[in-house]
């Protein structure tokens, strides 16, 4: 019953061979059925197929370089909170009422994700308003919920798409919803599919039972290296005004404040910051789990004085010892605190753990970066 | 998670397992493998690897399981001491 209607933006029309051009340009081929004014057809849509007196996307499961660069572009945190599509109903290959319905999120990288695993699968593509947020976090947030699943469920008629009544909803989802309550309410069963995309296509062949492996989370070093470049945005704006406060500060002296010296100063501190931001954004994400220690506070530590040390073994002369202990107090602090908020992005952090090494790691943190502000300030005056 | 592992005994989830009807909906979704099943009775192996997700709690059709849920990211905690527990965050 479904009719292919294949998106061709030309088409030969006879009239306009025949006829002479006459004011405008050739003419186009005439509105499609699915065409409504108002909308755009995205550029992820390769056709419609009529179901249930409607038109569904067809939706393209090879990624263009539009696609590709977008995941650049969220993956270094530009404008993230705009990488969304519109939830609704969405297929691919040419679906019947037998075909699985798949849950998922309205965030377009998840949702990029999971049709380029989708090659040659006919199925139904449930996306959910998560307000643009991956399934594992809307799930924590409460988005990704029991509410949004029965109401897109009723808003988009899935009763009269298919014969079955089952859901495979991504186990990351199940912390906001509950499958006994979705079947209660609307009478869909969830069966909880695999953690990755990719492995969705073994799931459905395998008669949608799960095995060991696509049940548990994985935190890879290329899962954890795409996360670095975000890791390092988030950090900007901060760490610009901490530059700008540290230059300040680096002028300070007997007549008040010397815009000379604070140039000739600043450099070090700046250093000793940055080498921290690189031990605890950047090297702690990288070497997780050869990094001793389990609290993340800690293991900051460690790396931001392994990055700072060099420095000050160096012997820069023009340095005082209270400066050198300023330049490796402020890396030991960033570096811990720029850990621990890697805390946030990794899949096996508890949050009692979490509060509970920060009442910890804040104050000492604290500490570091009191004792740097000191032996910095204090130097110019000890007049040496 | 073998591979990592963190802070120990912090975790607040509980099980009663007198009142659990061992349909084992808590080892399908939970993503750290905290519960095994046993003569129909479903128990925590490894509650140090829990992190606090609430899918258990939230699909545990008898209401067995209890857990206190939450994000486990600094930044949000942060917020919460500053605004309040129930205040909207902003976060991952
Ligand atoms: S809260 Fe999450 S991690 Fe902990 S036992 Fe339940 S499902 Fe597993
Ligand atoms: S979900 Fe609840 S009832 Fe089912 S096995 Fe787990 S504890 Fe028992």
């Known amino acids: 019953m479904s009719l292919q209607t294949e998106l061709k933006p030309m088409q030969e029309l006879p009239m306009a061979q025949s006829s002479e051009p006459c004011c405008g340009p050739p003419l186009e081929p005439p509105s499609k059925q699915y065409e409504k004014a108002g909308y755009a057809v995205s550029p992820y849509t390769k056709s419609f197929i009529k179901k249930a007196n409607r038109y569904i996307p067809q939706i393209k499961t090879n990624l263009c370089l539009g696609d590709r660069l977008g995941s650049i572009r969220v993956r270094l945190g530009v404008n993230r909170s705009a990488y969304k599509i519109p939830p609704g109903i969405y297929c691919t290959g040419t679906p019947d009422h037998d075909s699985p319905v798949l849950v998922s999120a309205n965030y377009k990288l998840s949702f990029d994700t999971l049709r380029s695993e989708l090659k040659e699968v006919a199925c139904w593509i449930l996306v959910l308003d998560t307000r643009g947020v991956n399934v594992w976090c809307a799930a924590g947030k409460k988005t990704f919920s029991t509410d949004e699943l029965i109401r897109q469920v009723k808003e988009c008629n899935i009763e009269q798409l298919v014969l079955h009544r089952d859901l495979i909803v991504p186990q990351l989802g199940a912390p906001g919803i509950s499958a006994h309550q979705v079947k209660k309410e609307c009478g869909f069963k969830i069966t909880w599919g695999p953690i990755r995309a990719r492995d969705i296509q073994h799931f459905l062949a395998n008669d949608r039972k799960p095995w060991a492996a696509m049940r548990e989370m994985t935190f890879t070093v290329m899962e954890r290296l795409v996360l670095i470049p975000l890791e390092i945005v988030l950090t900007i704006r901060p760490v610009l005004i901490i530059l700008a406060l540290l230059l300040l500060v680096s002028g300070i002296n007997n007549d008040i404040f010397s815009f000379d010296q604070a140039l000739i100063r600043w450099p070090f501190i700046a250093g000793g910051l940055g080498l921290g931001l690189f031990g605890g954004t950047v090297l702690v994400p990288l070497f997780l789990p050869w990094i001793p220690g389990r609290s993340f506070y800690l293991k900051g530590l460690i790396t931001g004085l392994s990055c700072v040390l060099p420095l000050t073994l160096l012997k820069l002369n023009s340095l005082q010892p209270f400066e050198h202990l300023a330049i490796i107090m402020t890396a030991l602090g960033i570096s811990s605190y720029a850990a621990m908020n890697f805390t946030g992005a990794t899949p096996f952090t508890s949050p009692s753990g979490v509060e509970k090494e920060m009442r910890r790691g804040i104050p000492l943190q604290i500490i570091c970066c009191l004792i740097a502000l000191a032996a910095w300030v204090t130097t110019p005056f000890l007049g040496i | ?92």
């Open chain 2, 1 to 92: 998670m073998k591979t990592f592992r963190y802070l120990e005994n912090v975790s607040t989830l509980l099980l009663d397992q007198e009142g659990c009807i061992g349909c084992g909906m808590c080892t399908a979704v939970c993503p750290h493998q905290v519960f095994t099943m046993e003569n129909k009775k479903s128990s925590i192996q490894d509650l140090d690897a829990c992190i606090e997700c609430g899918a258990c709690a939230s699909n545990c059709p008898v209401a067995v399981i209890t857990v206190t849920p939450g994000v486990g990211c600094a930044s949000y905690i942060i917020q919460t001491w500053i605004k309040g527990r129930d205040a909207v965050i902003e976060c991952c």
